[in-house]
């Protein structure tokens, strides 16, 4: 069946299944003890009274408030200037890093440069008059050594024209102390030029370093001034906020469909009323709000099912700002009104708006409101297997006592006497039923499971439901075809039941195209005849099936096998207001 594995409610052998299930009661004094004490329950988890406070205020009393942060902030004046003040401070800090480096190097260059050339610091005296001196002596040991080797080249012009004698004895030796003297002069002259050119290195390294340290402290200056000016603008609450909120700010959750009671249905739970869950379905309402995720800057008490954000509200708080749709918006949410009085001290959270969500946004808001998602679905947000769509409280109530076990009567026209957990299996099918969703009923063999699921049939019988314009389906094993046709026969005789089995099938399809339809109101049959016939039951004209009831289901339990898929086809056909039941066990 369609919904067999979807939308089914299922018991283990020997209990009962449902929000809640029920134990099986042995004797009647311990039934009436516990449905008094279900009423009582029941009694304890109404909605408050609404009529002096209007009926809808239980619902509403969770107001939210949303600030354009910000807008707000740049309507301070100060986020512009701010962040050009943080971005120079950033600048500054590390220039002046940097600056701190060049001076310690600088500082090693001169210590090295005046190590290495013996330069010792002379009181009253800078390297620049050092450097003077050492130049004046450079220049006159170059002098020196000038007027040496002109003496050096004369003796040497001399001696090449004299003859050998004493004469010549007298210039050699004259030459030989005079190359002496000129190679000292040499290494003189060497000797002050690399003092020379150390002392102007030093000079210079000790010009930068001066400079250097000028700049820096120019910009500790303006680094301290920069620093005032950041915590001037930080100062404002708005932009305390908004640091705070860039650092915490989170992505925007998704949008969901939330479904919230109207006030027929709030002030019915008040008196007690029971409702269907189709009844309860037409009684909603639903619009487009943003899942909060956590209860971040809610109150302790708050459910899960109160954090929601109408999707309005923050449209509206993104218009406040300059309309500029290509940057990110931040928002603050928090609660308003009586509740912001028990918020915990961080009470605001954050939500970053990228452009492409605050389009989403505004799209959602110029949509007509959702509409009332269907029984199955509401089901699932019920148990957490949907995440579009988000129930309030007073929903949730309203759902789960729907689901409980209405006060069902035993069909008169029943031959047989029910036990006490056979009355409670049968509620427990009528009204899920009645709610339109599945049930399996898994008890173990022998506890009656054909019996309850014939008391259902009477029901539906009695309730004009099921009859030969739309006749109920049982498919069965081939080994229990006769069993199920013998015992309806002989439980629920104003049942009439046909036999979908072997030639008789030939009279069932001339039947449906007769006008008064069936004259049955069960359909018998087996899996392999379902099998074989899913086509021609889902395409042939006349009534289709309004109760579809599986026996031995674990038949089906293989998705891709031909019998689920012709149970499926069948069932699919019948449309979503027919009646599905699963036996196994």
């Avoid at 109150?299 to 708080?317: C, D, R």
């Avoid at 928002?331 to 009085?341: K, S």
């Avoid at 769509?389 to 009567?409: C, E, P, R, W």
């Avoid at 080994?479 to 049942?495: D, F, I, Y």
């Amino acid at each position: 069946m369609s919904h067999v594995h979807g939308s089914l409610q299922a018991r283990r052998p020997g209990q009962l299944l449902g929000p809640p299930a029920q134990k099986r009661q042995p004797t009647e004094s311990e039934g009436r003890q516990a449905r008094q004490s279900a009423q009582h329950k029941l009694h304890d988890s109404r909605i408050p009274a609404c009529a002096e406070q209007g009926v809808s205020q239980q619902q509403d009393s969770v107001s939210w408030r949303v600030r354009n942060l910000t807008h707000e902030a740049e309507l301070c004046l100060g986020r512009v200037e701010l962040r050009q003040a943080q971005q120079r401070y950033a600048v500054l800090t590390a220039s002046t890093a940097s600056g701190n480096r060049r001076v310690q190097k600088l500082k090693f260059e001169l210590n090295h440069v005046t190590a290495s050339a013996g330069i010792e610091p002379q009181s009253g005296k800078t390297l620049s008059d050092l450097n003077e001196k050492a130049k004046q002596i450079h220049g006159a040991a170059e002098e020196n050594l000038i007027l040496t080797q002109n003496n050096h080249d004369r003796l040497r012009q001399e001696i090449a024209v004299l003859q050998p004698g004493p004469a010549l004895l007298a210039s050699s030796e004259e030459l030989r102390k005079v190359h002496e003297d000129l190679n000292e002069r040499q290494q003189t002259a060497s000797r002050t030029r690399r003092q020379a050119e150390a002392t102007e290195r030093a000079a210079e390294i000790s010009c930068q370093l001066d400079t250097e340290i000028e700049w820096q402290s120019e910009r500790e200056r303006q680094l301290e001034a920069t620093a005032a000016t950041v915590r001037k603008f930080q100062a404002s609450p708005v932009l305390k906020e908004l640091v705070a909120a860039e650092e915490h700010a989170e992505e925007v959750p998704p949008v969901v469909v939330y479904v919230r009671a109207k006030q027929e249905l709030v002030c019915a739970l008040e008196g007690n009323r029971c409702f269907s869950l189709a009844e309860v379905a037409r009684l909603l309402e639903a619009r487009w709000e943003v899942a909060l995720t956590s209860n971040v800057g809610c109150t302790e008490n708050m459910e899960k099912s109160e954090l929601a954000l109408p999707v309005e509200l923050l449209v509206k708080a993104l218009d406040e700002g300059p309309g500029d749709k290509c940057s990110e918006v931040l928002l603050a949410i928090c609660l308003d009104g009586p509740a912001a009085d028990c918020m915990r001290p961080s009470s605001s959270r954050y939500l970053l708006v990228r452009p492409t969500t605050a389009s989403t946004l505004r799209g959602r808001a110029k949509c007509k409101p959702p509409s009332v998602p269907s029984c199955v679905e509401l089901l699932r947000a019920l148990v957490g297997l949907s995440h579009s769509v988000m129930l309030h409280g007073t929903v949730q109530k309203a759902i789960q006592a729907a689901l409980q076990s209405k006060l069902q009567q035993v069909p008169r026209g029943l031959k047989a006497t029910l036990r006490t957990y056979q009355v409670e299996g049968f509620k427990w099918l009528a009204s899920n039923a009645e709610n339109g969703i599945g049930s399996l009923l898994a008890d173990d063999m022998g506890l009656g499971k054909t019996l309850q699921t014939a008391s259902l049939l009477l029901h539906l019988k009695e309730r004009n439901q099921i009859g030969p314009r739309r006749p109920a389906l049982v498919v069965t094993p081939f080994s229990v075809l006769t069993s199920w046709q013998n015992e309806l026969e002989k439980w629920t005789p104003s049942l009439s039941c046909f036999l979908y089995h072997g030639k008789q099938r030939a009279d069932y399809m001339l039947s449906r195209n007769a006008q008064d339809g069936l004259l049955a109101d069960v359909v018998l049959t087996t899996y392999g005849t379902l099998q074989v016939d899913s086509e021609k039951l889902c395409t042939a004209p006349g009534p289709k099936f309004a109760c579809i009831v599986l026996d031995e289901s674990q038949a089906v339990k293989n998705p891709n096998s031909q019998t689920s898929r012709a149970v499926k086809e069948v069932s699919s056909a019948c449309g979503s207001g027919c009646v599905r039941v699963a036996l196994s066990g």
